[in-house]
C-alpha cells in the first residue's frame, strides 16, 4: 500500500467512525426522507444541507446567507437574483427609470397575490419597507435602505414623519421610489433580502408567531409547510405563486446541519442531495473531493476575515491591531486548511467588484515590524499584553483556522490567545452586542459594487460589529454616494478602503471565498456559478426521476 493510499484509507476510517457516532440521526432522517413522515411514500424533491438552524425568516431580522436563502424561497421582491446572480422582474413587471436616475417607478404584476389570496400591492412594500425603518424594529440591515431619499433620518429619529420618505404607492399596482442620489446598483438592492415584503395582516394577528407553519402569508414560490427546530424545514411549492409554471421542485427539505463532517455524511449516504453552505465541506477531504465531478467550484464575491472590538482596551490601539495583521500568514491558511484554490486576500474588497474597481492593496506578513508596533503600544516582546479571546463559530474550519492563528500570535509575538467557540445562533449574538476581543467573520456582497462592503463599516452600521467609527471614513462614503462620474466614485471609495485597512485596521482580511456545491449534475441542474453565490430553489430542477 502507497503512502498516499494509506492516508486515504485513514481519512475514511476517521470519518466513518463519526459517521457511527451521527448514526441514530442519521438513520432518523433517512428513515422520515425516504419515508415521507408527513407524506407517506414521498421523498422530498431536493434534500439541502444548508448549514446551522435559521435565526429568522423574517426579511426585517436576517442578516445571513444562509436564512436568505430561504427567504428567497419564501417571499418575492420587486426583482429577483437569478441563478447567475442577476436582477429579473419579480413582483415588478416593469419599472420606468427617470432621467436623473433617482426616481423609479415600478409596476406590480396584477396576478401577484399572497398564498391566502389577497393581492401584493404596492402599499405592501412601503408597509413593509416602511416596518424595517422604524427605529424599533431594530434592523440591522437598514442602511440598505438608505439610498431613498429620507430614509436615514426616518431610522434615525431625525424625521418622524414617513410621508417625508422617498416611497408612495400611486395605485394598488404603482410604487414610486425617490432616491437621494442616482444609485447604480439600485435594481440590485430591489432583490436584496431586506427589501422582500411581508403579509402586514398577519403580523399584526399573529406578533412574533406569524413566520410559524400554518400562520405564515407569503408570496415567493414555496410555502412553508413543516418548520421542526434542529431537525429539518419543508417547503412546498406555492400553487398561488406568478411564476410558479416554471417552478420544478415540489417539496424541498431544509436539514440544519453546521457541522462538516456530519453535513458529509449525510451526503454521501444519499440522505441529503445538495451541500450548499461553504463551510459544510470537510477540509481534509477537499484534495480528494475537488477531483470529483460532483464537487462544484468558483470565486464569488466574499471573503474570510477577522473583526477587532476596539472597544477592548486592548484593542483600542490601531497599533495593536496591526501588529496581529502583520503576523497573520495567509498564504499557509489557505494552503493548510481550507485547500479549495482560495486567494490570500489583501484588501476587504474582493478583485473583480464592479468589473474595473481597484482595491488598495493591505500591508503584509512582516513580523518584525509587528513586534515593534506592539513594542510602540507598550507591550514590548509581548510583556503585560493581556490575554485575549478569539470567538469563532462551531464549523471544523473555523476551529482550525482558529487553532493556526493562536499558534502564530504566540509564535511571533508572546501573546496567549484563548479560544472561544460558540454555536452560530450565540456567536451571532455575541457578535452583535461587541462580546468578544477579536473573532472569525465573513461577508458576502449583496450586490456587485464595492459599497456593499464599505458600507458595512460605517458609524452606526448594524452589520459593522466592531465599536469603529472614522468620520473621514464616513465622509468619503457619503461623497462617493453624490458623485455621479462612475470612475470618481470609485477612486473615492478606494480611499476610503485604504483607511479601513492600512490605517485603522479594524478588521483583517484573510482569504478570498470559493463558492462550494456539492451535488451530482447528473441529477439535477439549475445551479450556477455567480458572483453573490446565489442558488435561488425556485431554479433548481431535476434531470432525472431516479431517487
Known amino acids: 500500500m502507497s503512502a498516499s493510499q494509506a492516508r486515504q484509507r485513514s481519512r475514511i476510517t476517521f470519518h466513518l467512525s463519526l459517521f457511527t457516532f451521527h448514526l441514530p440521526l442519521l438513520a432518523a432522517l433517512a428513515t422520515c426522507s425516504l419515508a415521507g413522515c408527513d407524506s407517506p411514500g414521498s421523498r422530498a424533491d431536493l434534500v439541502v444541507l444548508n448549514g446551522a438552524e435559521p435565526e429568522s425568516i423574517d426579511p426585517a431580522e436576517i442578516t445571513g446567507q444562509l436564512d436568505g436563502r430561504i ?146 402569508v407569503n408570496n415567493g414560490p414555496f410555502l412553508l409547510k413543516e418548520w421542526k427546530l434542529n431537525y429539518r424545514m419543508r417547503l412546498k411549492k406555492n400553487p398561488t405563486f406568478w411564476d410558479a409554471k416554471n417552478v420544478q421542485l415540489e417539496t424541498i427539505d431544509i436539514l440544519p446541519i453546521d457541522n462538516a463532517i456530519t453535513a458529509y455524511n449525510f451526503y454521501a449516504s444519499k440522505v441529503a442531495d445538495l451541500i450548499l453552505d461553504k463551510g459544510l465541506t470537510p477540509p481534509s477531504l477537499i484534495p480528494e473531493l475537488k477531483a470529483r465531478q460532483d464537487f462544484h467550484a468558483a470565486p464569488f464575491l466574499g471573503d474570510y476575515f477577522i473583526r477587532f472590538n476596539v472597544t477592548r482596551k486592548a484593542f483600542s490601539d490601531p497599533r495593536v491591531r496591526q501588529a496581529f495583521a502583520m503576523v497573520i500568514d495567509r498564504d499557509r491558511i489557505v494552503r493548510k486548511i481550507t485547500q479549495a484554490g482560495e486567494h490570500p486576500a489583501y484588501s476587504f474588497t474582493p478583485p473583480g467588484t464592479a468589473g474595473d474597481y481597484q482595491s488598495p492593496r493591505m500591508f503584509g506578513l512582516d513580523p518584525n515590524r509587528a513586534r515593534e508596533l506592539l513594542a510602540e503600544a507598550g507591550y514590548p516582546g509581548g510583556k503585560g499584553f493581556p490575554t485575549v479571546s478569539y470567538l469563532y463559530d462551531n464549523k471544523k474550519l473555523n476551529e482550525d483556522i482558529a487553532v493556526e492563528i493562536q499558534s502564530m500570535l504566540a509564535q511571533e509575538l508572546n501573546v496567549h490567545v484563548e479560544l472561544v467557540k460558540q454555536e452560530w445562533k450565540v456567536y451571532l449574538n455575541s457578535m452583535n452586542r461587541l462580546d468578544y476581543d477579536f473573532c472569525r467573520s465573513s461577508w458576502i456582497g449583496d450586490y456587485n459594487d464595492p459599497n456593499s462592503f464599505l458600507d458595512c463599516f460605517v458609524t452606526g452600521s448594524g452589520n459593522n460589529r466592531t465599536g469603529w467609527s472614522n468620520p473621514t471614513y464616513d465622509a468619503l462614503l457619503a461623497d462617493a454616494a453624490k458623485e455621479g462620474d462612475p470612475q470618481t466614485r470609485l477612486n473615492i471609495l478606494a480611499r476610503a478602503e485604504d483607511i479601513l485597512l492600512n490605517q485603522a485596521t479594524p478588521i483583517c482580511p484573510l482569504y478570498y471565498y470559493m463558492g462550494i456545491q456539492i451535488y451530482d449534475g447528473t441529477k439535477f441542474g439549475g445551479i450556477e456559478p455567480n458572483l453573490i453565490d446565489n442558488h435561488p430553489f425556485r431554479e433548481i430542477y431535476r434531470v432525472s426521476t431516479e431517487r
Not at 419599472?95 to 423609479?104: G, N, P
Not at 420618505?165 to 447604480?184: C, I, M, R, Y
Request: proline share 8%; hydrophobic share 40%; aromatic share 14%.
Open 71 to 216: 427567504a428567497y424561497a419564501l417571499f418575492e421582491g420587486l426583482l429577483h437574483f437569478d441563478r447567475l446572480g442577476h436582477p429579473q422582474p419579480g413582483i415588478a413587471q416593469s419599472w420606468d427609470i427617470s432621467s436623473d436616475r433617482r426616481t423609479y417607478t415600478f409596476h406590480l404584476r396584477p396576478e401577484a397575490k399572497w398564498s391566502n389570496g389577497d393581492p401584493v400591492t404596492a402599499n405592501d412594500f412601503v408597509a413593509s419597507w416602511k416596518r424595517a425603518l422604524l427605529p424599533a424594529t431594530a434592523c440591522e440591515y437598514a442602511y440598505i435602505f438608505f439610498p431613498i431619499r429620507n430614509s436615514e433620518a426616518f431610522n434615525n429619529g431625525t424625521v418622524k414623519d414617513f410621508s417625508a420618505v422617498g416611497l408612495k404607492a400611486l395605485d394598488s399596482q404603482t410604487l414610486q421610489v425617490e432616491l437621494q442620489n442616482p444609485t447604480p446598483y439600485f435594481l440590485d438592492l430591489c432583490c436584496f433580502m431586506t427589501y422582500l415584503p411581508v403579509h402586514l395582516p398577519s403580523i399584526e394577528k399573529y406578533g412574533d408567531d406569524w413566520i410559524k407553519p400554518g400562520k405564515l
